[in-house]
């Protein structure tokens, strides 16, 4: 089945314990992207990968680190997590920039 | 700054009855346009995505229409059913940077019996 999968998928952790909130997609696409999710502030997105070893910046980049070493993974990084960074998070991909984007099921995370 | 503005906020319909949704956005330049619909709790599903060059698609009972010069969008739902109440959310990418979105805050949709 085509699918994006996130893990995990709630996460309850403390200031400070870096984390990892890995992505992978089974469809062989090549943009994929990370955004997060407030209450009041809708969707925002955090870091995109436009290929393999390419990653940019998107609107709040800030406090968060991606790699994309291989094509079907994209792990967010949360070195220094922070109150502030307690989200819903979503792992996005698409065949290419006009094609549809398929979303994971969220990562719900809670920092301390 | 690219805005996307998303309106009604909110918006309670009676089952069946037709609804249009509205989106301005100051992108620019434009790249492409794209409709999510997003159920309480879930990912986003996407419903349409529009080029410069295109002005509607459709989507089974959604219909998205772009107006390129004045910089608005609609999604309109037709006969709208119960599986209809959802978060409708609208993003604009620029063709200077394309893999960049910028989201709308969506429009809550609350469709009644």
């Known amino acids: 089945e085509a699918q994006v999968t996130q893990n995990p998928r709630y996460l309850i952790t403390v200031t400070g314990k870096k984390l990892t909130v890995t992505c992978s997609q089974n469809?062989?696409?090549?943009?994929m992207s990370w955004y997060r999710q407030d209450p009041g502030l809708g969707l925002r997105q955090i870091y995109y990968?436009?290929?393999?070893?390419?990653?940019d910046k998107g609107d709040v980049p800030e406090g968060y680190k991606v790699s994309r070493k291989e094509k079907r993974n994209f792990p967010l990084i949360l070195e220094s997590p922070s109150p502030n960074q307690t989200s819903l998070y979503f792992c996005?991909?698409?065949?290419?920039?006009?094609?549809?984007?398929?979303f994971g099921p969220g990562t719900r995370l809670t920092v301390l | 700054k690219n805005q996307v503005e998303q309106s009604p906020q909110s918006l309670i319909i009676l089952e069946g009855k037709n609804c249009t949704l509205q989106?301005?956005?100051?992108?620019?330049?434009?790249?492409?346009l794209r409709w999510y619909k997003q159920d309480t709790g879930r990912g986003p599903v996407s419903l349409t995505i529009?080029?410069?060059?295109?002005n509607t698609k459709s989507n089974g009972r959604y219909t998205a229409t772009l107006d390129a010069d004045t910089k608005q969008s609609s999604l309109h739902i037709t006969a709208s059913q119960l599986s209809d109440s959802a978060s409708y959310i609208c993003?604009?990418?620029?063709?200077?940077?394309?893999?960049?979105?910028?989201f709308g805050d969506g429009t809550t949709l609350t469709v009644k019996p």
């Open positions: 529009m080029t410069f060059s295109e």
């Open positions: 469809m062989n696409h090549e943009y």
């Open positions: 989106c301005n956005y100051t992108v620019s330049p434009f790249s492409n």
């Open positions: 993003v604009v990418s620029a063709n200077t940077n394309a893999g960049k979105s910028t």
């Open positions: 996005a991909s698409s065949l290419g920039l006009y094609n549809e984007q398929f």
């Open positions: 990968s436009m290929n393999v070893e390419v990653t």
